[in-house]
């Protein structure tokens, strides 16, 4: 069994920061690629976030010079650092991540539970 597990959402005046975690746990051999997508009422998921295992990352047009992806190998958790928050940026953040779980011979895409961020104005 994989688990990923969100935290750090809330609500946040415009302007403010916010730092998401996500940590993955179970029978995991390997954590790669990792993600944070969010969905606001309305609209479709999108992608917000990318980090390679090595580091390399990349991000939505709409919060480049904002956020920041981060991650710790170490304890298979990915951050996302939230700053000059605008009410756009409200939605339910979801993380995800390419996981080869013990006994596996492939890696599947698996995501968490989401997280709400509401940011008022």
């Known amino acids: 069994q994989v688990q990923l597990v969100e935290s750090g959402g809330g609500l946040v005046q415009a302007g403010g920061s916010l730092t998401l975690s996500c940590a993955a746990s179970g029978s995991i051999v390997s954590v790669n690629a990792m993600a944070w997508h969010r969905q606001a009422p309305g609209k479709q998921r999108e992608l917000v976030a990318g980090?390679?295992?090595?580091?390399?990352?990349n991000y939505a047009d709409s919060v480049k010079g904002r956020f920041t992806i981060s991650r710790e190998n170490a304890k298979k958790t990915v951050y996302l650092r939230m700053n000059s928050l605008k009410p756009e940026d409200t939605a339910v953040y979801y993380c995800?991540?390419?996981?080869?779980?013990?006994?596996?011979?492939?890696?599947?895409?698996?995501w968490g539970q989401g997280t709400q961020v509401t940011v008022s104005s």
């Open positions: 995800n991540a390419d996981i080869l779980r013990l006994g596996s011979a492939y890696q599947y895409t698996y």
């Open positions: 980090i390679t295992r090595g580091g390399s990352t």
